[in-house]
């Protein structure tokens, strides 16, 4: 059987170089456009393959677009300015390529092609206490980049062959590693310098391993017929937790770390929120790689060479 074809923008980032990786491996044709603002090297190890292809431009290119997006099954859309400092700090990119750039892919798609797209939980806000925020909670993004992650889901929505999946806050390694992700950074920062100093620490979150979001993608490619049509949140249900239950899991790992509040400072980020993951893991998926695993991952990577991770945003 022939394997689909698929087009990934932003595929040298974060989730896409372990994606355009996992569907290497898997036999399907894969194009990533990508413009690597933040790494030349992610994809290096892909480059022998012969089902892949690297076109090196901005995913606003209308010429580029038109040219790529009509000879493949599958659109994943991932180029994006990605967490709410880097968006405050370049707001009109932030906007070009988080929205403006999603308007043109979608207007490119026959119906016949199918598009997923990986938007936030951001976009939750601040939920309600002692209340789970689901598909159906009202979005309240306390951010631009939130913002415009819901305003281009909403985009993706009106294509008749679309899957929407609300990201929780993703941890673990990548070929194109992020230091600024919550789980990454705090682990790191715990390794370098024996503590951890928070803000708000009742701030809730939920969590996803970087493998669980790939393996979820390739679960949509392959019964996309059974979910199309829907938005789902994608986490990992047993790690809806506190920054300070998180502190406390890192700990475990670090024994001499200490944890300190600092009560009077406000965080930068005020998402506060608990997510139901229910609604996709009834449709046959469900996130795995815990938390504890994770961390462990973390400090084997990190303490190989500390130095070399740094935040990259």
Do not use: W
């Not at 894969?30 to 290096?44: A, E, G, M, Q």
């Amino acid at each position: 059987m022939t394997k689909n074809k698929i087009l990934i923008t932003g595929g040298a980032g974060y989730i896409g170089s372990m994606l355009s990786t996992y569907l290497i491996k898997e036999g399907y044709q894969v194009t990533v456009i990508d413009k690597f603002d933040f790494s030349r090297s992610s994809l290096n190890h892909l480059r022998f393959y012969k089902n892949f292809q690297l076109i090196n431009s901005d995913v606003n290119s209308i010429v580029v677009l038109k040219k790529y997006i009509k000879k493949h099954d599958f659109i994943i859309p991932l180029a994006a300015l990605v967490g709410a400092p880097l968006c405050a700090k370049f707001p009109k990119k932030t906007v070009q390529i988080n929205v403006n750039a999603i308007k043109k892919i979608v207007k490119l798609l026959s119906k016949k092609q199918k598009i997923i797209y990986l938007t936030t939980n951001s976009g939750y806000g601040i939920g309600e206490k002692d209340k789970y925020c689901d598909e159906n909670s009202e979005l309240k993004p306390v951010s631009l980049y939130g913002q415009t992650k819901n305003n281009a889901e909403k985009v993706v929505r009106n294509h008749s062959n679309h899957i929407c999946y609300r990201l929780a806050t993703v941890f673990g390694y990548s070929y194109r590693m992020r230091t600024d992700l919550l789980v990454n950074n705090f682990v790191l920062t715990a390794l370098k310098e024996k503590k951890l100093t928070l803000f708000e620490p009742h701030f809730r979150r939920n969590f996803i391993h970087i493998r669980d979001v790939v393996l979820a993608v390739i679960y949509s490619i392959k019964n996309f017929d059974r979910l199309k049509n829907n938005v789902y949140n994608l986490g990992l249900s047993s790690a809806n937790i506190t920054k300070l239950d998180l502190a406390k899991k890192i700990k475990k790992e670090i024994s001499n770390l200490v944890i300190k509040i600092e009560e009077n400072k406000k965080d930068p980020d005020q998402r506060d929120y608990f997510v139901s993951n229910k609604k996709i893991e009834r449709k046959g998926f469900k996130a795995n790689i815990s938390l504890d695993q994770g961390i462990s991952e973390l400090l084997k990577i990190y303490k190989t060479d500390p130095q070399k991770y740094k935040n990259n945003y």
